[in-house]
């Protein structure tokens, strides 16, 4: 069946650089996600990339897409210790036309002054 | 937009009372999911409904969890009767399934069953 993997821990100092990596099963997902939850929060979505793209960049994030391995990361340049939270990936199943996302069990990034 | 807001936040009840949790999605929206999430098991989808009609109820644990929506606006998931093991923080998201499939969260309710 479909499965995504994160690891669950990271920790950076901040103004570094966090890489937060995923692997997933699907090779017909058409959308994978990033999104973050804030203590107490639900999730929201931080950033997408359609499976033809290699690379997204937006801002701080940089998004990199291996289709050949199922290996998503998301980079988060100058980290800050606003950007501590759980970080999701997901991938979306039947195409992405559904809407419906299979979610790794998230990442936690701590952020240390 | 107000977002997807559920109800209540937290609540506290003991084994083998019924649970109600709410949920009212964005309007507009025609796709409806009930996640749990555990320390456990991560997210998990429960059930999800498109254009009110429940479409994969694979992910409900048993018969004693049940998922209504009775209009686009609105639904339930009612667990009967409870258990320690249901403690979770249950989230409900919905979504306009044609844009990308993004999905926007409400901010939880936690239960706790003693």
């Known amino acids: 069946g479909e499965d995504v993997e994160q690891s669950l821990f990271l920790s950076v100092r901040e103004g570094d650089s966090s890489v937060i990596n995923c692997t997933y099963t699907d090779s017909s997902s058409t959308y994978l996600y990033w999104y973050k939850q804030e203590p107490g929060a639900g999730l929201q979505l931080l950033t997408y990339i359609f499976s033809n793209m290699d690379m997204k960049q937006d801002q701080r994030l940089t998004v990199l897409l291996n289709k050949k391995d199922k290996h998503l990361s998301l980079r988060i340049a100058d980290t800050q210790t606003g950007d501590s939270a759980i970080y999701f990936c997901?991938?979306?199943?039947?195409?992405?036309?559904?809407?419906?996302?299979?979610f790794g069990k998230g990442t936690k990034l701590s952020v240390k002054p | 937009d107000a977002g997807v807001i559920q109800s209540p936040r937290h609540e506290v009840t003991e084994m083998g009372q019924e649970v109600t949790l709410r949920c009212k999605p964005i309007s507009g929206h025609n796709s409806l999911f009930w996640y749990r999430q555990t320390m456990m098991r991560g997210l998990e989808l429960l059930i999800y409904?498109?254009?009110?009609?429940?479409?994969?109820d694979s992910g409900m644990p048993e018969d004693r969890f049940s998922a209504k929506m009775p209009n686009a606006s609105f639904s339930t998931l009612k667990i009967q009767p409870s258990e320690p093991r249901d403690s979770a923080v249950y989230f409900c998201?919905?979504?306009?399934?044609?844009?990308?499939?993004?999905?926007?969260f409400g901010e939880g309710s936690r239960l706790t069953v003693l």
């Open positions: 409904f498109n254009n009110n009609v429940p479409i994969d």
């Open positions: 997901a991938e979306s199943i039947y195409g992405g036309s559904q809407g419906n996302l299979i």
């Open positions: 998201a919905s979504s306009f399934v044609q844009v990308g499939g993004e999905l926007f």
